[in-house]
T-cell receptor, first 116, second 112 residues
Framework: GAVVSQHPSWVICKSGTSVKIECRSL??????MFWYRQFPKQSLMLMATSNEGSKATYEQGVEKDKFLINHASLTLSTLTVTSAHPEDSSFYICSAPGTRGTDTQYFGPGTRLTVL | GQQVMQIPQYQHVQEGEDFTTYCNSSTTLSNIQWYKQRPGGHPVFLIQ???SGEVKKQKRLTFQFGEAKKNSSLHITATQTTDVGTYFCAAHNAGNNRKLIWGLGTSLAVNP
């Protein structure tokens, strides 16, 4: 089945630093990937849709300059949290739609970001 | 915008009891998906329902899609401790078939 990997699985950083999270589709190509954040015991909040070869589409209220998304290839999307602050601490998860004809989304294992 | 309401938010049961979570939308849905997220894990796709009145079963799990395609339910018969986790329903956005609108999830705890 389709596998999505995410790296790193967890990261602790100091306030003011930038953190890059990678999302890879391992055995399929993904022209679209989705980035979510999830606070403890809450639902997934879609942050942006990452589009291969073009600009990401951000959801309302998500700062594009704060959360930089790059989808440089059909198997890799990256999310960079710039100038991270403690309130950015969260669980970040990416997903990619399945192959054509299926609507399933395959999720990466998530990245737990803690900003001190 | 399009919203999917999910209840209850939490459910605590004794092992062996049944469990049901419900999702409702004010608009007709093209399809609905169900995911399970174990504590500390990521959402895992369970099933997709597409047809009006559709019922699908996966062992002790029964999924239903309402006749009007505005509501759905997930029923677990005789819960086990392995069923612990949060169950989410999600529906595709009307304008974008790939973007999902998520319910808030139902967190299930099972006492052994």
């Amino acid at each position: 089945g389709a596998v999505v990997s995410q790296h790193p699985s967890w990261v602790i950083c100091k306030s003011g630093t930038s953190v890059k999270i990678e999302c890879r589709s391992l055995d399929f190509q993904a022209t679209t990937m989705f980035w979510y954040r999830q606070f403890p015991k809450q639902s997934l909040m879609l942050m942006a849709t990452s589009n291969e070869g073009s600009k990401a589409t951000y959801e309302q209220g998500v700062e594009k300059d704060k959360f930089l998304i790059n989808h440089a290839s059909l198997t890799l999307s990256t999310l960079t949290v710039t100038s991270a602050h403690p309130e950015d601490s969260s669980f970040y998860i990416c997903s990619a739609p399945g192959t054509r004809g299926t609507d399933t989304q395959y999720f990466g294992p998530g990245t737990r970001l803690t900003v001190l | 915008g399009q919203q999917v309401m999910q209840i209850p938010q939490y459910q605590h049961v004794q092992e062996g009891e049944d469990f049901t979570t419900y999702c409702n939308s004010s608009t007709t849905l093209s399809n609905i998906q169900w995911y399970k997220q174990r504590p500390g894990g990521h959402p895992v796709f369970l099933i997709q329902l597409v047809k009006s009145g559709e019922v699908k079963k996966q062992k002790r799990l029964t999924f239903q899609f309402g006749e009007a395609k505005k509501n759905s339910s997930l029923h677990i018969t005789a819960t086990q401790t392995t069923d612990v986790g949060t169950y989410f329903c999600a529906a595709h956005n009307a304008g974008n078939n790939r973007k999902l609108i998520w319910g808030l999830g139902t967190s299930l705890a099972v006492n052994p």
